[in-house]
């Protein structure tokens, strides 16, 4: 079910919202909690039911295999066989439905073999429930998830929000709050501050993001030759539509969460404002850089072995990064890019480069802006097309950017730059103590807005871009 | 509780407020061809002034150019009307235009570009565009209607109308006095796309005009749609009922590799158009070559002729009507 649609937003989360408070009230917080799986489950199986045996087993196996490395019975080398083996389920799951095509493809190619293997459909969330559940069992094996019991283990996982495309949460920011009693009570500032992320994050992705698609489609999905101003229409409109579109996808889901009482960790902080790629880091998909700092740089040895280990380590891990995202050389090459420029940003400040801030915030974002290209387009031959058309300015098409043809699009993309420069992060909106009738009243209208939107023939439902993740 | 008390206050304004804002902005500037709504004027300020049985020529803009109702009046005998405008428009547009203005004893004649027998009923970005602007007023806007054209309308276009100035067009004097003018004159200089190239008979009949798009094109490849047989099944039960009479015919096409009525092969496709709306009970009248013209007569689009090309069409037209009664 997408968050963008009529079903989710009329019927299942007022729906699944209502019984939960009413079984807390009248039932009891167990059965609330089961509600909630069981509404978490059925929002998973909503794209088809295919794929639901794959995530219960997941589940099973991971709490029984957590349960045994949290419990004191097993000895250090059994505890460790024990990890390995949940690590290695989970990995190999990850592997073959994400990246065994691509392995295969690669082989017959560089080896002139032909092993043939079906096209193998994507578990939907299953990059992001596989970090999860690899997060807890690290975690158990350090004895840092004692006391979890099965129902609040099968929620951290399902729970619906932050089911399909995160944030990535971690268990220890997110099991306390099913087993506080709070939670389990209505909650009428928490629904109000939810239902104002919630509307602004379909804002962002109904009226912004699904706009600058088109813009898109034009540059990288087209055949023959590209104007200069299309190609930097293209580039841009896709920094713009990916940062809106996954933003607002991770509004709804905290907006939705709050409702629940339960609070996600942000996951953008106006991450266009970085004044250098680090920053940058910090500031987008901070739940995934998170979790690659905790579980594969510092497993790697972080910067605990000298100066050319650490930016091997850093390297390394941005590589793991744009693989996550999916089986294609394209990621790899993102992923390396972005490697590159993490080591260079560390050289630079260990020699104390500096350089003034709106040339650094220049040049940090020209430099996403460039990954993000190689990022969308489906082959190497696409980007240098994009590339070649962005570089190619004498062919003065540039200067036609406010021609009638043009005007729009160039209009929204300034319109893009106000907004991720100047503008508030959606929860610091609502959350703005002085302003609630004021952020009432605009998210109100940013739903009602939305809604119409959507109905929209022109417009119909598109899915978030990270759910191809 | 107050929070959101007002959220949900908001959002229900908000809902009641955009269509009706939607519905005011109707009719103000949009980007569309607002020429056509001064020469829809002037047509249809003819047409509601003919009082004797008239003719009435409804299509796209393969007859507002290259059509020459003058002769034709002189060759049939009774005054004849060109409400053709826009082959962009719907195929519903140029029925509800022949249905409002036909009287008994009318005939309607539609030399429909061959891409109409394969409308769908689906509304185009264009048509929105147009008819949420100019087209407004011309546009008998049920409740079914209004939701349809709102829905595949877009924030942007409600923003632009509801923002922008109304419609800029010249006094309805002015354009009449214009068209009246230029019916003395004959074929005309081109004057843009405007009623200022256009005469009261409502034809634009030029000697020249600068050529844009003279490309090869196929016109159609014989595809007809249950839906524009059973729209013009529908308009001719309707003009029956009303004592007036239907009479389809080709529209004026370029020879060219990809379109020549000379090859047997364009000729079974036009044949299969021809067939199935002989099974639908709608005949055409005329044969398509004779509508068939050089690229040297076409103006500035593959559509249009010039008025040399234009007197040898109402030529052939006038004589199969004869034949046809």
């Known amino acids: 079910m997408l968050f963008n649609s009529y079903e989710y937003l009329l019927l299942f989360l007022p729906t699944t919202a209502a019984i939960f408070f009413l079984l807390n009230r009248f039932v009891s917080t167990t059965v609330a909690k089961l509600w909630l799986v069981a509404a978490s489950l059925a929002f998973y199986s909503w794209w088809g039911l295919a794929y639901l045996p794959l995530i219960i087993i997941s589940i099973l196996v991971n709490y029984g ?76 094996y350090h004895r840092k998830t004692v006391g979890y019991n099965f129902l609040s283990y099968a929620l951290f996982v399902t729970f619906f929000p932050q089911l399909i495309a995160g944030p990535i949460v971690h268990h220890r ?15 009428v500032g928490n629904i109000a501050t939810g239902l104002c992320i919630l509307s602004i994050g379909l804002f962002k992705k109904v009226m912004i993001a699904d706009t600058f698609a088109g813009y898109v489609s034009t540059g990288f999905d087209t055949e023959g030759a590209l104007q200069c101003v299309d190609a930097w229409a293209a580039s841009l409109s896709y920094s713009f539509q990916l940062y ?57 040895g972080g910067n605990r072995s000298g100066e050319l280990s650490t930016y091997l380590n850093l390297f390394l891990t941005f590589l793991v990064g744009g693989l996550w995202h999916g089986a294609s050389w ?73 021609d009638i043809q043009q005007r729009h699009a160039t209009l929204l993309i300034g319109l893009g730059f106000v907004i991720v420069l100047f503008a508030k992060t959606t929860v610091e909106f609502c959350t703005e103590a002085r302003n609630l009738e004021r952020t009432s009243v605009v998210s109100g209208a940013a739903l009602a807005i939305s809604l119409i939107a959507m109905s929209f023939v022109t417009a119909g439902v598109s899915e978030f871009l990270y759910f191809n993740f | 509780m107050s929070q959101i008390s007002l959220f949900l206050k908001s959002a229900v304004l908000t809902t009641v407020l955009v269509p009706l804002l939607w519905v005011l902005s109707l009719g103000r500037y949009e980007r569309a061809e607002h020429w056509l709504s001064d020469v829809y004027f002037a047509k249809l300020y003819r047409a509601a002034h003919i009082t004797e049985p008239k003719t009435i020529i409804v299509s796209g803009s393969n007859s507002l150019f290259g059509f020459d109702s003058k002769t034709l009046e002189d060759k049939i005998g009774r005054p004849v009307v ?35 027998y394969a409308a769908r009923p689906d509304l185009t970005a264009w048509q929105v565009a147009n008819m949420s602007s100019w087209g407004a007023k011309y546009m008998d806007w049920s409740p079914g209607i209004l939701l349809n054209f709102f829905r595949n309308s877009s924030f942007t276009s409600i923003l632009t109308r509801t923002l922008i100035r109304r419609i800029p067009g010249d006094a309805e004097s002015k354009v009449l006095a214009t068209v009246d003018a230029n019916t003395a004159i004959g074929a005309l200089d081109w004057h843009g796309y405007s009623y200022k190239s256009m005469n009261s008979r409502g034809d634009i009949l030029l000697k020249w005009a600068p050529p844009m798009a003279i490309a090869d094109q196929p016109y159609t490849y014989g595809f007809t ?7 013009l099944q ?92």
């Open chain 1, 330 to 402: 394209m990621f790899v090459i993102w992923g390396g890019m972005h490697g590159v420029a993490i080591v260079c940003h560390r050289v630079w400040s260990r020699y104390g480069g500096q350089m003034p801030a709106a040339l650094a915030w220049f040049v940090t974002f020209s430099f996403v802006n460039l990954t993000w290209i190689f990022f969308r387009a489906k082959d190497l031959n696409s980007a240098k097309r994009v590339l070649a058309s962005m570089i190619n300015v004498l062919d003065g098409s540039l200067l036609k950017m406010f």
């Open chain 2, 234 to 325: 529908s308009l001719q039960a309707n003009l029956i009922e009303h004592g007036a009479m239907l009479r389809l015919t080709w529209p004026a096409t370029m020879r060219n590799r990809l379109f020549d009525l000379s090859r047997e092969k364009d000729q079974s496709i036009v044949q299969s158009i021809k067939d199935r709306l002989t099974v639908a009970g709608l005949s055409i009248i005329c044969d398509p070559q004779t509508f068939q013209f050089e690229r040297q007569f076409f103006l500035e689009t593959n559509m249009h002729i010039n008025a040399e090309a234009a007197e040898r069409r109402m030529e052939a037209l006038g004589v199969c009507m004869s034949d046809s009664g």
């Open chain 1, 244 to 300: 809106f579109d996954f933003s607002g996808y991770t509004d709804m889901a905290i907006g939705s969460a709050l409702i629940f009482n339960i609070r996600l960790p942000i996951n953008f902080n106006s991450p266009y404002q970085a004044t250098d790629i680090q920053d940058f880091w910090r500031r987008w998909h901070i739940t995934l850089s998170r979790f690659l700092r905790d579980y594969v740089y510092i497993p790697l």
């Open chain 2, 225 to 231: 749609s249950d839906f524009a047989i059973q729209r």
């Open chain 1, 65 to 140: 295999v957590g349960t045994a490395l949290g419990s004191s019975y097993l000895a250090p080398f059994s505890r460790k066989a024990v990890l390995a083996a949940g690590l290695a389920f989970n990995i190999v799951l990850l592997g073959y439905f994400k990246y065994a095509n691509f392995v295969v493809d690669n082989t017959n190619s560089l080896a002139g073999t032909s092993f043939h293997l079906d096209r193998i459909v994507l578990p939907l969330a299953i990059s992001f429930f596989t970090f999860q559940k690899i997060a807890y069992l690290i975690d158990s």
């Open chain 2, 82 to 116: 060109n409400l053709a405008g826009h082959a962009g428009l719907s195929l519903d547009f140029h029925i509800k235009m022949a249905e409002k203005f036909a009287k008994p004893g009318d005939l309607i004649v539609m030399p429909l570009e061959l891409s109409y």
């Open chain 1, 173 to 187: 920011e997110i099991v306390p709050q099913f087993s506080d009693p709070k939670a389990a009570l209505l909650h």
